[in-house]
């Protein structure tokens, strides 16, 4: 068995929507997001893949494109934002065209994130 692992990065803003308003992040502020999506497979012997990265990548466009330099908030689904709402909402987005997917780590920052591997 194979893992692969396919990073792409998004900037959005949000604003958290249930934290009191004397939290931070009740205000509108901006996050450089890194998205890790890990994939397990065999390896096909007759290209010598389980899956080719940009195959990977091409499931993804879709939804980084709704997500990235967008304000989450706007979206249905993400109107309280959390990493954790974010992520679970990648996963449900994505595993449909990716079945190969079996985790998604979410990273705000160089010491934050989020792991997640579907329910």
Known sequence: MHKLVQIIRFESARRLTKVPKEHPCSN????????????????????????????IE??????RNKIDHNYLNDIKGLE???????????????????DELVKLVLWENEVSRVEYIGD
Do not use: C
């Open 58 to 63: 091409e499931s993804v466009m879709p939804i």
């Open 28 to 55: 509108l502020y901006g996050l450089s997001f890194k998205l890790e999506i890990h994939i397990e497979g065999k390896m096909n012997p007759e290209n010598g893949f389980v899956m080719d990265f940009s195959d």
């Open 80 to 98: 309280n934002p959390t990493s954790e709402v974010l992520i679970k909402w990648i996963w449900d987005n994505l595993k449909p065209n990716l």
